[in-house]
C-alpha cells in the first residue's frame, strides 16, 4: 500500500525552528517529485515546496522563500521540510504529498498531487 | 503566479441534484488542472487530473471538463458522501496553486 505519514509538528515560538518528516512506502521513493502542502485551520490549500526526485532542484512559494528548505534522504525513504523564522501565519496542517507519475522528465514533471499523508499541524505561538 | 478562482464559495443542495463548480485561472493552463475532494479532518482525494479524466474508484457521477482558463466539475446526481469542500488545483507552472475552495452543504 503506498503510504504517506508526516511527523515532527507541534508548537514553536515565533522566530523558532521545527523539522517536518515524511516517511514514504509502498512506492519507489526515488522515482518521484514530492511536495510539501499547507493548511490553515479552516481555510484553503497552499503549495510550500517541491523537491525532484534526487534532492537536486527544489522551488518554494515565496511566502516560505529564505525561510524553509525542502529536502530528501532516498536511502531512508524520507522527506523533510526545515523551517526556520517560524510566524504566527505559519500555523497550519502541513500535508507531504506525491507527483501522481513517476520517472518523470522535463515538462512532464509538472504534475497533479496523488497521494497526500494525513498531515502533521504546526502551531506558531508565544 | 498563476491565480485560480472558484464559484460560487459555498453551494447549498439536496441529495440527487445535479451540481456544478466552475474554476477559472488567470492565464491560460491549457488542461493542466486537478480537482480535489476534502473533508473535515481529512487529506485531500483526488477526483479528476488533466480537467477531465476521472481517477480510478471514483464515482462516475463526478466529472470534469474545460480547458484554457476555465474549468468545471460537475456532480450528476448528489450522494450524502459528496458533502465536502472541493478545490481546484493547477500545475501548469511550478506554483502550483490551489483554487480558495467550494463548500458543499446539505440544503
Known amino acids: 500500500e503506498v503510504q504517506l505519514v508526516e511527523s515532527g509538528g507541534g508548537l514553536a515560538q515565533p522566530g523558532g525552528s521545527l523539522r517536518l518528516s515524511c516517511a514514504a512506502s509502498?512506492?519507489?521513493?526515488?522515482?518521484?517529485?514530492m511536495h510539501w502542502v499547507r493548511q490553515v485551520p479552516g481555510k484553503g490549500l497552499a503549495w510550500v515546496s517541491r523537491?525532484?526526485?534526487?534532492?537536486?532542484?527544489?522551488t518554494n512559494a515565496d511566502s516560505v522563500k529564505g525561510r524553509f528548505t525542502i529536502s530528501r534522504d532516498n536511502a531512508k525513504n524520507t522527506l523533510y521540510l526545515q523551517m526556520n523564522s517560524l510566524r504566527a501565519e505559519d500555523t497550519a496542517m502541513y500535508y507531504c504529498?506525491?507527483?501522481?507519475?513517476?520517472?518523470?522528465?522535463?515538462?512532464?514533471?509538472?504534475?497533479?498531487?496523488?497521494?497526500w499523508g494525513r498531515g502533521t499541524l504546526v502551531t506558531v505561538a508565544s | 503566479d498563476i491565480q485560480m478562482t472558484q464559484s460560487p464559495s459555498t453551494l447549498s443542495a439536496s441529495v440527487g441534484d445535479r451540481v456544478t463548480i466552475t474554476c477559472r485561472a488567470s492565464q491560460s493552463i491549457n488542461s493542466w488542472l486537478a480537482w480535489y475532494q476534502q473533508k473535515p479532518g481529512k487529506a485531500p482525494k483526488l477526483l479528476i487530473y488533466k480537467a477531465s479524466t476521472l481517477e480510478s474508484g471514483v464515482p462516475s457521477r463526478f466529472s470534469g471538463s474545460g480547458s484554457g482558463t476555465e474549468f468545471t466539475l460537475t456532480i450528476s446526481s448528489l450522494q450524502s458522501d459528496d458533502f465536502a469542500t472541493y478545490y481546484c488545483q493547477q500545475y501548469n507552472s511550478y506554483s502550483y496553486t490551489f483554487g480558495q475552495g467550494t463548500k458543499l452543504e446539505i440544503k
Open positions: 509502498g512506492f519507489n521513493f526515488t522515482n518521484y517529485w
Open positions: 523537491v525532484n526526485s534526487d534532492g537536486s532542484s527544489t
Open positions: 504529498a506525491r507527483n501522481r507519475e513517476g520517472n518523470c522528465t522535463g515538462g512532464s514533471c509538472l504534475n497533479w498531487f496523488d497521494p
